[in-house]
């Protein structure tokens, strides 16, 4: 499978939240065609199985961030659970299941009427008050057509002074985080498609944005030396984690938006995100955070990966075409 071709034909062999992106993102299908495949997520494969998770009063797992009953000792055990609603809706944006379908917005109705963050009980779509989640929400909410312009707000006044953000900030940290920026990023982005931002949004971002960009995506800006060498690892679903190709993928969709060049400063997480491809032309799944979930969309850590070869290919076609 070294042809591109064989790998195309590979990633459509799979369930319609794959099918449709490949599709358009790789394929350039016209609409009505990706569109109809896109449709089919609500019906079949993942995204109706997570669909059928779902609790009667809107949320997945009775809970927020945690489901019901989730015990400290059962996190040191376990790890972190991916089963409660914000995950399953950021899941639910990944697959890309239509926002603008009726199922969808009764779920935004529904998780705005009966969920409350574990952390304070504040209502679902006013957000909680940790960076990393509130950034994610706001990805959610704006795909969705929640109204989150308050955690907008909230997070454009949690900015650190070097330009990203840091959930640890309450807690004393002055310096940014790479997971809490991309996280942050990825909302505000998901902001402005959906209403067009404002001014304060915009620099925002754009200040994040550099943030990543004067590390080269995953450098420490003291020694050049990788700030965290599982940055370079490859990762699905990434959950609130950071890697190179999340941050890739990011600046692809600004740029897709915004119609900015790629900044040349991309070009050393291109070439490591080049290094990682097998010579099948296929990219690998290194590692999956560890956790409950409601079922897998891989096939594990070291095998080839279909949404870690989708997101990879349509980086690079975007990085050919444009830069």
Not at 83 to 112: N, Y
Not at 178 to 184: C, G
Request: a negative charge.
């Amino acid at each position: 499978m070294t042809a591109a071709g064989d790998v195309i034909a590979w990633l459509l062999d799979s369930d319609p939240a794959i099918r449709w992106q490949v599709m358009r993102d790789l394929l350039d299908t016209p609409v009505p065609e990706w569109a109809a495949e896109r449709a089919k997520i609500e019906t079949i494969g993942w995204g109706a199985k997570l669909l059928a998770c779902q609790d009667e009063d809107g949320q997945w797992a009775a809970g927020s961030f945690v489901p019901r009953g989730f015990k400290p000792q059962d996190w040191e055990r376990f790890g972190q659970p991916w089963t409660a609603t914000t995950f399953s809706l950021s899941q639910l944006r990944e697959f890309g299941f239509d926002p603008s379908s009726d199922r969808a917005k009764r779920i935004v109705e529904l998780v705005g009427l009966n969920s409350r963050w574990d952390e304070g009980g504040q209502p679902y779509w006013e957000g909680e008050v940790e960076e990393c989640i509130n950034g994610r929400t706001v990805a959610d909410g704006a795909y969705f057509g929640a109204d989150i312009s308050s955690i907008v707000v909230r997070l454009l006044g949690e900015r650190l002074d070097d330009g990203g953000w840091n959930c640890e900030r309450a807690n004393g940290s002055i310096r940014s985080s790479f997971h809490t920026t991309i996280n942050v990023l990825e909302g505000l982005l998901g902001y402005e498609k959906a209403t067009g931002g404002t001014s304060e949004s915009r620099q925002a971002r754009q200040s994040g944005e550099s943030f990543l960009l004067e590390r080269s995506l995953f450098r420490r800006l003291s020694s050049g030396n990788p700030a965290d060498d599982q940055f370079l690892c490859l990762h699905h679903p990434n959950r609130w984690h950071y890697d190179i190709l999340r941050a890739l993928d990011y600046f692809r969709s600004a740029s897709m938006l915004t119609g900015a060049e790629p900044d040349p400063r991309l070009a050393d997480a291109i070439a490591r995100l080049r290094s990682k491809r097998l010579a099948d032309g296929t990219w690998p799944l290194d590692w999956t955070p560890k956790g409950q979930v409601w079922f897998e969309v891989d096939a594990g850590p070291g095998k080839p990966s279909k949404w870690v070869t989708l997101r990879a290919m349509r980086v690079l076609k975007w990085w050919k075409q444009r830069a």
